[in-house]
């Protein structure tokens, strides 16, 4: 019998109408080569001949095609799938006890970038597929950039970064067939028991925004703040949305994959293009270092959330996204995120995962973008013009600046050369830290008392229920039946009866305690 339902069909919305819009506001310019000659004829080439072989000296074509060679840059190995906006940041509350930061200095607006993401997709995949999403903001303040590369989830699926490869290489592609392979995501986590509670997060009603401007964003690592004493607390960011949290039903999700696989990404830019500016609140959750040595586990543990109820949220300030970008390649494609770019008054803590991402995030823009990619206009700090980069770096592929001209390429110089003008000021808070130089085991640190919570007391009934659906449809499609079994057999960790109810729908044995 014939399918006769008709597809989803969408309002039209700016997105639509952007080129119309365009003609409407701007005049038709003279077309040039790169190098700005005028052009006169761009529908031929030359040849001998109207029938003749080209000609290598037609350089107008030589140089259009060597240009349209070269578009593409490396995709980011995660988070490819995205888009983004600019907007405000406004400090609304004084935090000058904890922090010393000038862009939380109360009444502070600060410039923004926002990028939003899926992680394991390409480019040109659906952003409605069950996938964590990326939270990246890049703010533009007085003290040079600061990158918060959070999440849509307060956890993450390891704790160790010398597993986070092996955990991308088990979302993508089967290396043979090159088709996504549920044997490798589900052989990935009953390997990786401390997974659980990400997992568990996943495949909940969550794990599918309804697009970008409807979801949190955490921090998830645990960071360091200092103040004006030097004294120091822990913290941890919540972006908290003001549109409300709203999820796709799975069915209506794999529809939009098909038809709009675009959804996430039209769905922000329209909302920006028609004024509905979307905005999140900025809240910390704060502990001091002696709260954090009697907690029961590690607060720099990645696969661990800290207790609202113990640590309650305090507000900080508010995001408004209010312009969207003139040129998604140059503006959003092109931004480079670090969160090791922290200004004074935010720093690093000892979450291993944070540790390690302070190093490869950098890395990944070094190959993607170049050794100059701070040099890019979305990515340079000088955007806020209160800020004047002086440093001693110097050349490096496309230097597009005035690589300092003539200033002293050395330290230390007695020639006017870039110099420290207030140490106590800049200088990163002092930490101690003690113990074996070795590789700490801690694939066993209590990997379900905090997914038992999230099952038993955060989820109600239809949450539970949601959550047991949405993992039997995807664990069902791996064909090795050890890795099913073996994948309940984690989750009857975090509760008997879940495990029991996965086992029964998935027609397997749970192995006896």
């Given amino acids: 019998m014939a399918n006769t339902k008709q597809p ?23 077309l040039t080569t790169g190098f700005g000659r005028p052009i006169s004829e761009r529908t031929t080439v030359v040849t001998v001949g109207p029938r003749g072989p080209l000609l290598l000296q037609d350089f107008h074509y030589i140089e259009d095609t060597q240009r349209f060679d ?56 659906a952003d409605t597929v069950r996938d964590p999403r990326g939270f990246a903001l890049k703010f533009y303040t007085d003290e040079g950039l600061w990158d918060m590369v959070c999440n849509n989830t307060p956890i993450f699926f390891v704790r160790d970064p010398f597993l986070f490869q092996m955990f991308i290489h088990s979302q993508k592609r089967n290396p043979e067939t090159h088709l996504k392979d549920p044997n490798m995501v589900w052989d990935f986590f009953a390997n990786t028991p401390q997974a659980t509670h990400q997992f568990l997060f996943l495949y909940s009603d969550r794990g599918v925004p309804d697009g970008f401007r409807h979801m949190h ?31 796709i039903d799975p069915a209506r999700a794999k529809v939009l994959a098909g038809e709009q696989p675009d959804y996430a990404l039209a769905d922000l830019y329209n909302a920006i293009a028609k004024k509905d500016y979307p905005s999140w609140t900025l809240y910390l959750q704060v502990f001091t270092h002696e709260q954090a040595q009697k907690m029961s586990f590690n607060p720099f543990d990645l696969t661990k959330v800290v207790s609202q109820k113990e640590f309650p949220l305090r507000r900080v300030g508010k995001m408004t996204l ?12 092109q931004a480079a995120f670090s969160p090791a770019h922290m200004p004074p008054g935010i720093e690093a803590s000892p979450d291993k995962m944070l540790q390690g991402r302070l190093f490869s995030y950098a890395d990944t823009h070094l190959h993607r973008l170049g050794t100059n990619y701070l040099q890019i206009p979305v990515n340079n700090p000088e955007t806020n013009k209160h800020v004047k980069v002086c440093t001693y770096q110097r050349d490096g592929a496309m230097q597009v600046g005035d690589n300092f001209g003539g200033r002293p390429n050395y330290y230390q110089n007695t020639f006017h050369g870039p110099e420290v003008s207030d140490r106590s000021k800049h200088l990163e808070h002092a930490t101690f830290e003690s113990g074996l130089a070795a590789r700490h085991e801690a694939n066993d640190d209590d990997n379900y008392s905090q997914p038992r919570v999230f099952y038993q007391k955060v989820l109600d009934d239809r949450g539970r229920a949601h959550l ?11 064909t090795d039946k050890d890795i099913i079994r073996r994948s309940v057999a984690v989750f009857a960790n975090v509760d008997n009866d879940f495990g029991k109810q996965l086992a029964t729908k998935l027609k397997v044995e749970l192995p006896s305690k």
């Fill in 8 to 30: 989803e069909m969408k309002e039209p919305g700016p997105s639509d109408n952007q080129l119309l819009d365009f003609k409407k506001s701007n005049k038709t310019e003279q």
């Fill in 70 to 125: 070269r578009e593409r840059i490396p995709e980011r190995v995660v988070h490819a799938k995205g888009g983004g906006a600019f907007g405000v940041f406004e400090a609304t509350d004084d935090i000058s006890d904890i922090c010393k930061s000038a862009v939380f200095k109360k009444g502070t607006k600060t410039r923004m970038l926002a990028r939003f993401s899926t992680v394991a997709g390409e480019s040109g995949s």
């Fill in 217 to 247: 964003g955490y921090s998830s690592h645990t960071f360091k703040m200092v103040n004006a004493k030097d004294e120091f607390v822990w913290v941890k960011f919540h972006f908290r949305c003001d549109q409300g949290i709203k999820n």
């Fill in 322 to 333: 209010n312009e969207n970008p003139e040129n998604y390649f140059a503006q959003i494609e």
């Fill in 468 to 478: 047991i659906q949405n993992i039997v449809e995807h664990l069902q499609q791996c």
